[in-house]
């Protein structure tokens, strides 16, 4: 199957994700915490691309529509994977942010999960392919916002002196970790309500 220009750069969303993840594994010095963030910013920008490119030239496909969301999942849960054990690996870890990213982290995993499954039933059952609607997007938006601040929060608290308190904390990256989870848990319930009827074999 030859691939248009959207779903390249979805496939180049989803060839940025491991080296995010060895970039910001290999080391924790500067370099690497910003070299990580210019990747998952550019994987980030892919997904917005993607669908600006395919609306505006006509070029939806129902491999697109597929493919982008799983990319998306792939990109948010490997970045948030790699955040939480970065911030619990640290000297002195912050525990508020650690247990409130943890269970943030469950959500984010089991609504994809949940989703996922779905939309796989519906298109194998009825060859329906169900694209993201406004709140997912909303969702997706949260989660990338999420991904960035978490990653620059703990760099300005380490390197501002007078900020330095605030490491312990994160406060930001709390709240945002909260706001992304009410999003991603809104959009999965209102996904699964919205497309129940797909499931039923009377339909």
């Known amino acids: 199957m030859k691939m248009n220009l959207p779903n390249r750069l979805t496939v180049l ?6 080296i995010f993840v060895v970039v910001m594994m290999v080391s924790d010095a500067l370099w690497a915490e910003i070299t990580g963030l210019a990747l998952f ?27 982008d969301p799983l990319a998306d999942k792939f990109m948010v849960i490997g970045a948030m994977l790699v955040i ?4 619990m690996s640290r000297a002195e870890p912050s ?10 982290l469950l959500i984010v995993f089991f609504r994809e999960l949940a989703v996922t499954s779905m939309r796989l039933v ?12 406004m709140l997912g997007k909303i969702k997706t938006v949260s989660q990338i916002l999420c991904v960035i601040v978490c990653i620059v929060e703990p760099i ?10 605030l490491g312990a904390y994160l406060p930001a990256s709390v709240a945002l970790t909260v706001v992304m989870a009410f999003f991603t848990l809104l959009s999965g319930i209102k996904y699964i309500a919205g497309y129940w009827q797909y499931l039923d074999p009377q339909k």
């Open 122 to 133: 519906v298109s194998g059952s009825s060859g329906i392919v169900i694209a993201a609607n």
């Open 84 to 87: 939480l054990y970065k911030s």
């Open 156 to 165: 300005v608290y380490s390197h501002v002196d007078a900020l330095a308190q």
């Open 95 to 104: 525990k508020l942010f650690c247990n409130v990213f943890f269970w943030g």
């Open 41 to 67: 910013c550019v994987a980030a920008y892919t997904d917005h691309l993607d669908g600006k490119i395919a609306r505006k030239r006509g070029l939806v496909t129902d491999f697109g529509k597929f493919l």
């Open 13 to 18: 969303r989803l060839i940025l994700v491991p």
